[in-house]
T-cell receptor, first 114, second 110 residues
Framework: GAGVSQSPSNKVTEKGKDVELRCDPISGHTALYWYRQSLGQGLEFLIY????????KSGLPSDRFSAERTGGSVSTLTIQRTQQEDSAVYLC????????????FGSGTRLTVV | GESVGLHLPTLSVQEGDNSIINCAYSNSASDYFIWYKQESGKGPQFIID?????DKRQGQRVTVLLNKTVKHLSLQIAATQPGDSAVYFC?????????FGEGTQLTVNP
């Protein structure tokens, strides 16, 4: 497709379960970013990947959060032992190169932990 | 820490009026300031940006003003339309990541 695709669009999980969120960036975009948006709040940076460089994980809120990007394309954000405070919309964005210009966001995954 | 924030959480205007959405920032080292529009159920969409060495930039029906003296950013929307109803975020960057403000909900009344 022409845009950034995220799946699932909605996820309800029980507290303590692990979840995986997927992001398919725009083909050819070398940079990929994950942000989190809590209800009524702005976006909070989590992690970004650029080509084959080591990812910047400085925004991950705890060691329960991890992300990987396979083959420079698809990325998976994993949250282990989910907590209620993890409930949020998780947004992925990609861009042609590192830097904000040309950022294209996906529609996000709404995660609800019950 | 460094942050970008908005003065008002909501703004309601009449269709056809001009809208002004404000933002305060604290990071003097920011290179670019950007406005995003987010409609319900969608990701943020780029509207317009301004480089830190500029004061004003105009787009189609939108103008961004940057006042570095008081660290203030504003988005002006001319002849606001119902389709402009959304949450508007300002963001700043001095590198690869964006730092977002909390958002202003703009409602356009017919």
């Amino acid at each position: 497709g022409a845009g950034v695709s995220q799946s699932p669009s909605n996820k309800v999980t029980e507290k303590g379960k692990d979840v995986e969120l997927r992001c398919d960036p725009i083909s050819g975009h070398t940079a990929l970013y994950w942000y989190r948006q809590s209800l009524g709040q702005g976006l909070e940076f989590l992690i970004y990947f650029q080509g084959n460089s080591a990812p910047d994980k400085s925004g991950l809120p705890s060691d329960r959060f991890s992300a990987e990007r396979t083959g420079g394309s698809v990325s998976t954000l994993t949250i282990q032992r989910t907590q209620q405070e993890d409930s949020a919309v998780y947004l992925c964005a990609s861009s042609v190169s590192l830097g904000y210009y040309g950022y294209t966001f996906g529609s996000g995954t709404r995660l609800t932990v019950v | 820490g460094e942050s970008v924030g908005l003065h008002l959480p909501t703004l309601s205007v009449q269709e056809g009026d001009n809208s002004i959405i404000n933002c305060a920032y604290s990071n003097s080292a920011s290179d670019y300031f950007i406005w995003y529009k987010q409609e319900s159920g969608k990701g943020p969409q780029f509207i317009i940006d301004i480089r830190s060495n500029m004061d004003k930039r105009q787009g189609q029906r939108v103008t961004v003003l940057l006042n570095k003296t008081v660290k203030h950013l504003s988005l002006q929307i001319a002849a606001t339309q119902p389709g402009d109803s959304a949450v508007y975020f300002c963001a700043e960057t001095s590198g690869s990541r964006l730092t977002f403000g909390e958002g202003t909900q703009l409602t356009v009344n017919p």
